[in-house]
């Protein structure tokens, strides 16, 4: 069992920054850990995926330039670096654990999801 907990979603304005932060407990992370994001009347999309094996990466077009994603393996933590914010960025974010090689992008291929964390950008 894995445990995932988001924070560092706030109100910013459009071309600011912020980094969330997903602590995970339980189990060692899995094989790939993901940030997903879902807008009001939108379907969960994927945003980011890191590959625990080689730490190699993989972004949604929409992100790709702007975020980072990486990882604190002393703490426990994956965190998204977000700059150059948009307001079509705006949406609930959530972390989630896979148990799959590679990089994942559906949400059916996670296992498990931490709670969420707003993010609004205004414009």
């Known amino acids: 069992q894995v445990q995932l907990a988001e924070s560092g979603g706030g109100l910013v304005q459009a071309g600011d920054s912020l980094r969330l932060s997903c602590a995970a407990s339980?189990?060692?992370?899995?094989?790939?850990m993901g940030w997903f994001r879902q807008a009001p009347g939108k379907e969960r999309e994927f945003v980011a995926t890191?590959?625990?094996?080689?730490?190699?990466?993989y972004y949604a077009d929409s992100v790709k330039g702007r975020f980072t994603i990486s990882r604190d393996n002393a703490a426990n933590t994956l965190y998204l670096q977000m700059n150059s914010l948009k307001p079509e960025d705006t949406a609930v974010y959530y972390c989630a654990a896979s148990a799959l090689s590679g990089y994942p992008t559906r949400a059916y291929e996670y296992i498990y999801w931490g709670q969420g964390t707003q993010v609004t950008v205004s414009s």
């Open positions: 339980g189990r060692a992370f899995s094989n790939a």
């Open positions: 890191l590959y625990r094996v080689d730490t190699s990466t």
